[in-house]
């Protein structure tokens, strides 16, 4: 009777396994299955930036990383639950409120290719964040204008600055600033780009920065976001990344101002929570 009861009770948690496994899987594929579509999620890591970018193929690249570990709970709400690796990281500068999370990500998951500036700071995050390069010894691409990672096909991250080395710079005014684009659709992302080099893109380039999706500069501040530069990006939306009632008066209202002007739809972080873009090219949804 023992070994009956016991034959039993081995066939139940054999089916038992075999259901677990199976949903398992069938969850795996529902999430993998993207539609054809790019995903652009700016997450709430509070006052900060991390940009998570996840390509119709799978490609991932997370472009800035918060302050600190809060990075790891808002990309567990757009990655997949079982996915332990990014593709590459872009570092826009390196100051704390953009690589603060990077060394976090880095040690939990498996990070292919990191992209930077030849800036540096002397700061403990900094510091950190080069020692888990260090540590993990992923590929290391410094950033320059004309270089393209092309993340699927049709899908393509084009560097528009810097276009020299920013060792030694300001680290907002070196900060990178790069185009994503698939089909009709783009997102231009800033870091914490200022007004100076806003209107030198503007010279630079003119109306060829013309944007579905801006991504403020410097979380909304009056130090970015010129008259002159939102005109020639004429974006549909312009996103602002800054935490709920953040010391710094951000998003200053000389740029929701000039926003309302222009007619350019404006979300927050703070208000929304993370804001994601699904695309198949031609279409845009905001959820």
């Known amino acids: 009777m023992l070994k009956k009861f016991s034959k039993r009770n081995l066939q139940y948690l054999i089916l038992t396994v075999f259901i677990i496994a199976n949903i398992f899987i ?10 054809g579509n790019l995903t652009v999620a700016f997450l709430d890591v509070g006052q900060g930036d991390a940009i998570y970018i996840e390509a119709p193929n799978g490609n991932q690249l997370l472009v800035d990383g918060g302050s600190g570990r809060q990075v790891l709970r808002a990309l567990g709400k757009v990655m997949p639950f079982y996915d332990r690796s990014i593709d590459a990281v872009l570092a826009t500068h390196p100051d704390q409120d953009h690589v603060g999370g990077l060394p976090i990500v880095l040690d939990r998951m498996h990070v292919s290719m990191v992209i930077t500036t030849e800036n540096t700071a002397s700061t403990g995050a900094y510091g950190a964040f080069e020692d888990a390069i260090r540590d993990k010894h992923p590929k290391r691409i410094l950033a320059r204008a004309g270089e393209r990672i092309i993340l699927d096909r049709g899908v393509v991250l084009e560097i528009l600055f810097p276009d020299r080395s920013v060792r030694g710079w300001d680290t907002n005014t070196g900060s990178i600033v790069a185009r994503l684009t698939y089909g009709d659709e783009s997102f231009l992302l800033t870091g914490d780009s200022p007004q100076s080099i806003e209107e030198y893109l503007v010279g630079k ?28 990006v004429s974006p549909e939306y312009a996103i602002i990344s800054a935490g709920k009632d953040n010391k710094y008066g951000h998003p200053h209202q000389e740029v929701t101002d000039l926003l309302a002007k222009l007619k350019i739809s404006s979300i927050g972080t703070a208000e929304r929570g993370t804001i994601v873009f699904k695309t198949n090219g031609e279409d845009l949804v905001v959820e």
Not at 26 to 35: F, G, K, M, P, Q
Not at 219 to 226: D, E, L, N, Y
Request: charged content about 20%; overall charge positive; aromatic content about 6%.
């Open 26 to 35: 069938w969850t795996a594929t529902l999430r993998a299955d993207r539609h």
């Open 205 to 232: 380039l003119g109306g060829k920065l013309h944007t579905t999706v801006l991504k403020l500069g410097h979380h909304g501040s009056r130090t970015s976001s010129s008259e002159i530069f939102l005109s020639a």
